[in-house]
């Protein structure tokens, strides 16, 4: 399997069309932003949940989008 996975082949994996799961993610980031986020505007003390189960993941002290709970393509390939 690791010949027919070669560099040129793995150039062509991000032109693949997002997952499922890629837009149940990006589903709930725009739901946490709208809904708890802008929800609460004009609110002087807010009740926020943790972006967590909202489709974020904290690195650090940053919290950065999580684009797919699959694993890469070429990371699962290697399974067998």
């Known amino acids: 399997m690791q010949h027919a996975m070669t560099d ?6 991000p032109s693949l069309p997002a997952s499922c799961d890629a837009l149940v993610l990006h589903t ?14 004009d609110s002087i003390v807010t009740d926020m949940p943790s972006p967590a189960h909202w489709g974020w993941t904290k690195r650090g002290e940053v919290w950065t989008p999580q684009w797919t709970t699959q694993l890469a393509v070429w990371q ?4 067998y």
């Open 8 to 13: 040129s082949r793995r150039k062509q994996v």
């Open 28 to 41: 709930l980031r725009a739901k946490y932003q709208g809904g708890h986020m802008w929800g609460q505007a």
């Open 76 to 79: 699962a390939s290697e399974n």
